[in-house]
């Protein structure tokens, strides 16, 4: 089953903000150096503020966003928290599901659309799964 990250625009104006204030001070300076780093990261910002998307397949969950896929077992998963939270992930949002994973639990943050039945649908698969 395909998820859509949730999306708070309050991201997207930070986001598009610091992306259109380099582009644009770029284009007014004549830096031609910044002009291609503003329009890279302009692209980039687009591209993941569209691709992110979670996937739950055949026992794997499938973490994609821009041109980046993470994949964890889903028997690996450890314990599932809700989380508020700023750190670099492939989440558009602040509310966030905080997953540990593997035997070295490793952590990871992402933010579906309806956590519920998204976290429903894990335990389901594994319903050793801790959730907070």
């Given amino acids: ?7 708070d625009v309050w991201v997207a104006i930070l ?26 990261l302009l692209i980039a910002v ?5 691709t992110v998307r979670y996937k739950v397949d055949e026992g794997q969950l499938m973490i994609k966003f821009g041109p980046f896929t993470k994949k964890i077992d889903i028997l690996d998963i450890e314990q599932i928290r809700l989380v ?13 599901l905080e997953i540990t994973y593997g035997y070295d639990h490793r952590v990871i943050r992402i933010s579906p659309a309806d956590k519920n039945l998204f ?3 894990l335990m389901s698969i594994n ?3 801790e959730f907070e």
Avoid at 20 to 28: E, H, K, N
């Fill in 1 to 7: 089953m395909n998820y859509q990250t949730k999306k």
């Fill in 15 to 40: 986001l598009f903000g610091i992306t259109g204030f380099i582009v644009t001070y770029s284009f007014i300076q004549s830096d031609t150096f910044f002009m291609i780093i503003g329009v890279i």
């Fill in 46 to 50: 687009v591209w993941f503020w569209f």
């Fill in 84 to 96: 508020r939270s700023l750190k670099l992930s492939p989440a558009l949002s602040v509310t966030r």
């Fill in 119 to 121: 976290v429903k649908q």
């Fill in 127 to 129: 319903p050793d799964i």
